[in-house]
């Protein structure tokens, strides 16, 4: 019986933790944040002076985020895409930080310098387009990174990746300036004079992350990588992410209360089934024993004879005549 009941309080105990830890622990996974990065190089015509310069400063970029440790039980704190900025902006590579601790360095310039037939053009906005949608998610959970290598110019093809538009040198109306609004931009190698247009448009539209760098500052920049990744969290959001936890947490003790209840009542069950059982199978009082004299097959003793007025009344002796 005290085998039985400790068998069932350590089930209990098993499985309430069971369910704190899991309740806990899917919070965890939920809310953990991650460094989204987007890194786009200038592969067209007229950026070729400084493309070289870019790759290896993407490659340091990419290699320094490489270094950051990774525990064992994440998947990487860190999203990167590689975009390249030619007459038709593609995602050359996409992964993860672990992912990229096993990619080959070597693989993202010669992925660069596979693309010398579509580096007659430049689109732009085009490239911005495609690192917005690769930059989209909540803000609270993504700390949102983007890093460009370009001159900036806007040369769009028109029916012919080799035959351009005339050259634009300041930001057209169809930039997704909305999507950039929580994400840090640093441009570098970007000609004074395009900085400038740039740099006003920026401040128009109210971008406080967004940083241009001119030839010569981008040369005596040091490119960081990203810090580690914090979560960003808004009053309202940390309201509402209590109010959850409180509503779990309830929800769980009410389980818990009724698990408890249930044990303690199969418990009272059993111990009164035993108590009866006891009762039932315990021998009554034992019955008293019969005297020898009554028991079948004892000899009966023999009846009384009354003496005679002659005889001495001792059985077996006759008178005298």
């Known amino acids: 019986m005290n085998k039985m009941r400790a068998r069932m309080w350590t089930g209990f105990l098993v499985f309430t933790c069971t369910l704190f830890g899991a309740a806990f622990s899917d919070a965890a ?3 953990g ?3 989204r990065v987007v890194v786009v190089v200038d592969c067209s015509g007229s950026f070729k002076p400084r493309r070289m310069e870019a790759i290896q400063a993407t490659t340091r970029l990419l ?3 490489a270094q950051n440790k990774l525990h064992r039980w994440e998947t990487g704190g860190s999203e990167i895409v590689l975009i390249a900025l030619d007459a038709m902006p593609e995602i ?4 993860g930080l672990k992912k990229l601790k096993e990619a080959d360095r070597t693989d993202w310039t010669d992925r ?3 693309r010398n037939d579509l580096a007659g053009c430049t689109d732009v906005t085009a490239a911005l387009d495609l690192a917005a949608r690769e930059l989209e998610g909540n803000p609270a959970l993504l700390n949102k990174y983007l890093f460009i290598f370009s001159d900036l110019v806007h040369e769009p093809p028109t029916t012919s990746v080799k035959r351009c538009q005339r050259a634009f040198y300041g930001p057209g109306s169809d930039i997704p300036w909305a999507a950039f609004q929580d994400v840090s931009v640093s441009v570098f190698w970007v000609p004074p004079d395009i ?3 740039w740099d006003r448009a920026v401040k128009q539209e109210g971008l406080q992350a967004f940083r241009l ?5 981008s040369d005596a920049e040091n490119i960081s990588p990203p810090p580690q990744p914090v979560r960003q969290v808004a009053e309202e959001e940390r309201a509402t992410a209590r109010a959850d936890l409180v509503s779990t947490v309830t929800g769980l003790l009410e389980w818990a209360g009724y698990i408890f209840g249930g044990v ?3 418990t009272a069950l059993l111990a009164l089934g035993a108590t009866i059982r006891r009762r039932f199978s315990s021998p009554g009082p034992r019955p008293l024993a019969r005297p020898a004299i009554l028991r079948r097959g004892a000899p009966r003793p023999l009846p009384l004879r009354r003496p005679s007025a002659t005889g001495s009344g001792v059985p077996g002796n006759g008178s005298r005549q």
Not at 92 to 95: E, R, T, V
Not at 213 to 217: C, E, I, K, L, N
């Open 29 to 31: 996974v939920r809310q």
């Open 33 to 35: 944040p991650v460094n």
């Open 63 to 65: 290699e320094s985020m």
């Open 92 to 95: 050359i590579w996409k992964g």
């Open 112 to 114: 660069f310098n596979a």
């Open 195 to 197: 900085k400038l247009t």
């Open 213 to 217: 760098f001119s030839v010569s500052q």
């Open 264 to 266: 303690l009542g199969l």
